[in-house]
């Protein structure tokens, strides 16, 4: 597989994390390079991982994967995103009531939902005897940098709409949940 190959699959693997680092940086209000690299560590970290975890796999659990892998996407995601509406519209006027978004509960179901199709992608890769070094680097790699523009970008939205962006947040991460279950369902993909 060319390398050019690989780098549009990473850029199509790293829009649901773009999506919802996005979300995330509209949550912060008051954002630090830290949190940023936090979340965009995570995400990255997750879409190498998952590649290796599932080329590792390969065909031994294909058919388990694909059987489930869109529901776990879609429950997490609509929970996710469910909550960001939740507390954007109901729990603005306390604050503190708030979950933080760089909790690592938070992180880790978040990182988990938006890499799941890269699980998938590994096991590809492993059906298609591809070596898999050169994708996890690059497809962590691209989904870092994302997410990391993508936090800043909510960051700053965030900043001029406040918690309107915050709900709208949610029901992308809600969308993102339907389309890969919708997509799954009756697509086959």
């Not at 994390?17 to 954002?31: D, M, P, R, T, Y």
């Not at 590809?124 to 989904?143: E, K, M, N, R, W």
């Amino acid at each position: 597989m060319h390398l050019l190959e690989i780098f549009i699959i990473a850029l199509g693997l790293a829009m649901d994390a773009f999506a919802v680092s996005v979300s995330s940086g509209v949550v912060i209000h008051k954002l630090h390079v830290r949190h940023a690299m936090r979340i965009a560590a995570f995400f990255g970290g997750f879409q190498a991982i998952m590649p290796l975890i599932g080329w590792s796999v390969g065909r031994l659990a294909i058919d388990y994967i694909q059987a489930y892998d869109h529901w776990v996407a879609f429950v997490l995601l609509v929970a996710i995103g469910g909550k960001m509406i939740y507390e954007a519209k109901w729990c603005a006027e306390h604050e503190q009531d708030k979950s933080d978004p760089l909790d690592l509960k938070v992180l880790l179901m978040l990182a988990i939902a938006t890499s799941i199709d890269a699980l998938a992608v590994g096991v590809t890769f492993s059906c298609l005897q591809t070596d898999i070094l050169a994708p996890v680097i690059i497809i962590g790699l691209v989904t870092f940098l994302i997410s990391l523009a993508g936090v800043y970008i909510g960051d700053y939205f965030g900043n001029v709409f406040g918690d309107s962006l915050e709900i709208f947040g949610g029901v992308i991460l809600i969308g993102i949940g339907l389309k890969i279950l919708i997509q799954a369902l009756f697509f086959g993909g």
